[in-house]
């Protein structure tokens, strides 16, 4: 009798199927089981190695003992049954098949609760329409299912401090998984906004459109570091995956790529090694240095819409440098940085001197963050502020629509501007977008509500605003921007109510809160004293009072402070934001600014820009 015959005689292979096919159906159940428990993640390498090894055992048993009605026996102590042998047999079977059944029903059960996989989505999958800027609660299952947002991981360790290393860690995450192109990924300033709350992942999935969410929590002591990750389908806070990672701090960094790894391998996006080089460029790779960023950021943050904006400002470039120090090719901490030298061009208060410094470190920084930056969209949209604030604007529109061209989330800083030189509705696409990104962050409604008066549907963007307050509450910028969109709508008397809750802005509205509603009404002797007792109270502001002049009607004294403004370092892109803002043509005529002049001709901007706005006082 051959091998073949004899190991068919004994069972063997009935027995070894038997043990694979009860293999399989364990590893499944431990699958699911081992996401529930805080488990090292070498658990379920473990148990598949000692499976394997046990099928050893489970073959040579086979071969020597034989199933019987009486029990087991050894082979050679065995007078064998003919019928009896078919018996065993048949048991084998129905064990085998039983079990087969069982695997399958259960794989079955699970793939309900799994994802379905989707179309391969663009970065960001689907742009809100005009009239449903942002997701509403209740609206769980718009988001599509390759959708995620970072959370900020919670720091658990004694020091304060580690909540620094605790947020670069989930921004590292967050920049890591924005590399790919089929995965939608919520924005920082929105994902770090639950920051602390213990609100209902149904609530935060659907005020941010995405399906899953990335938790997790950081507990560092000296050079040891335990990492906790879990990724949990809100609609039903299903585990897709979860792992704990007791690590020296050496090792954070492979920790941070196999959390995006596995997150990528559960939303069922295939990694290739270029998606997987791609995600790591994406860090710092440097534990000092993303501290160092994340107290500059947090600064930024508190900066904006704040009453001692330009000291925070400073404050955080303190941070942003030492992360420098630490990684000379940090990309994002250069680009941070010059947030702040484009705020100390703008101020009125700066002088010449100072003034020059700041563009002359406002042009490196961005060159800078343009030649060290991994992302090319951002990429595309520093190279816009790289040539407004140069002297030669001949690039100006090739580098708009390049980065009007980008896809998935945006990062826009000045390209504000390409609304009013002709960009208004692709500028519209972009900054819905970036609400799809960063559904928290207001400006971006702000935005497209302009974009849309830019175009004169002034009833959609001031619907637009109703519903920003509805959210976010009421602020200057939007009362300043309503006031705008009433006066082109010919109701400055609505506008001048408004007045109160705009001028608490004194760095950019607040001159123009009742000034301007007041020359849209033709009183030039009230705007001429509101604008007299604003300069009392807080000083002059060049760009305001070029607008107001203009919106007055008197051609001479906005010349005049436009020529002023043109002869500074930096006066050209001012000199364009202001004619943006005044919306009312050619606030000053180009024959006052010579620098100005030459801008416009070099880009091939048509001059003047569209009246958007008819003051009855101005005839030119």
């Known amino acids: ?74 082979e050679s102590e065995l007078d064998r049954d003919h019928s009896a042998t078919h018996s065993t047999g048949r048991k084998l079977n129905y064990l085998t098949i039983a079990m087969v059944v069982s695997g399958v029903i259960f794989v079955l059960y699970q793939s309900r609760n799994e994802p379905v996989p989707a179309t391969p989505e663009p970065a960001v999958a689907q742009v809100v329409s005009a009239e449903k800027t942002a997701p509403e609660a209740g609206t769980e299952g718009a988001a599509v299912a390759r959708s995620i947002a970072v959370l900020p991981f919670v720091n658990m360790s004694a020091d304060p ?108 996006i295939v990694l290739d090694e270029s998606a997987r080089q791609r995600m790591q460029n994406a860090g710092v790779r440097n534990v000092d240095a993303f501290v160092e960023y994340q107290k500059g950021a947090e600064l930024f943050s508190h900066a904006h819409g704040g009453e001692d904006m330009m000291a925070l400002l400073r404050e955080g470039v303190v941070h942003f440098d030492r992360a420098i120090e630490l990684v000379p090719e940090f990309g994002a901490a250069y680009w941070s940085k ?7 061009i703008l101020d009125s208060e700066t002088t010449a001197g100072p003034r020059a410094a700041a563009l002359a470190d406002l042009q490196y920084v961005l060159d800078q963050a343009y030649r060290f930056s991994a992302d090319s969209p951002r990429r595309a949209f520093i190279d816009v502020d790289r040539v407004l604030f140069s002297d030669d604007w001949t690039p100006l529109h090739d580098r708009i629509r390049k980065a ?3 896809e998935g989330c945006p990062t826009p800083t000045w390209i504000e501007l390409a609304t009013g030189i002709g960009y208004a509705e692709d500028s519209k696409k972009m900054w819905e977008r970036h609400q799809q990104c960063e559904p928290l962050d207001q400006i971006g409604t702000l935005k497209v509500a302009q974009t849309y008066a830019m175009q004169g549907d002034f009833k959609t963007a001031l619907a ?23 006066i082109a709508m010919g109701r400055p008397e609505e506008a ?51 607008e107001i002049h203009a919106a007055l009607g008197q051609r001479q004294q906005a010349n005049q402070l436009a020529a002023e403004m043109d002869a500074l370092p930096g006066g050209s892109m001012q000199l364009l934001l202001t004619t943006m803002y005044c919306g009312c043509g050619a606030p000053f005529d180009l024959e006052a600014t010579p620098n100005f002049r030459e801008r416009i001709k070099e880009s091939g901007t048509e001059w003047p820009l569209e009246t958007i706005i008819h003051y009855p006082l101005k005839d030119w």
């Open 338 to 344: 010059s947030d702040y030298y484009a705020h100390v």
């Open 1 to 74: 009798m051959s091998l073949f015959e004899e190991l068919k005689r004994r069972n063997v292979f009935r027995v070894v199927a038997a043990y694979v096919v009860m293999s399989w159906l364990l590893l499944q159940v431990a699958d699911v089981a081992l996401d529930a428990f805080d488990v090292p993640d070498w658990t379920s390498r473990f148990l598949i190695l000692a499976l394997a090894i046990g099928l050893v055992p489970v073959a040579v048993f086979a071969w020597i003992f034989e199933m019987t009605p009486e029990g087991i026996k050894k």
């Open 161 to 268: 401090e580690n909540e620094y290393f605790a947020d670069g860690l989930s921004e590292e995450l967050l920049n890591q998984l924005a590399q790919l192109p089929d995965l939608q990924v919520a924005g920082r300033t929105s994902s770090f906004s639950f920051k602390g709350k213990n609100e209902d992942l149904r609530k935060i999935g659907a005020t941010l459109g995405v399906a899953n969410v990335l938790e997790g929590s950081v507990r560092r002591q000296g050079e040891q570091v335990r990492v906790t990750a879990q990724l949990i389908r809100v609609e039903d806070g299903f585990h897709l995956w979860s792992n704990t990672y007791d690590r020296k701090m050496d090792d954070v960094f492979a920790i941070q790529d196999d959390i995006s790894s596995n997150v990528a391998n559960a939303l069922k």
């Open 404 to 406: 009007l061209a980008t």
């Open 464 to 486: 637009l605003l109703d519903e920003s307050e509805v959210q976010f509450g009421s602020s200057a910028w939007t009362a300043a921007s309503k006031q705008w969109f009433l």
């Open 496 to 546: 001048l109510e408004l007045a109160p809750l705009a001028e608490i802005d004194t760095s950019f509205f607040g001159m123009s809160a009742r000034t301007l509603p007041l020359a849209a009404m033709g009183d030039a002797e009230g705007a001429m004293a509101a604008l007299a007792n604003w300069k009392d109270l807080h000083g002059p502001n060049l760009r305001s009072e070029i």
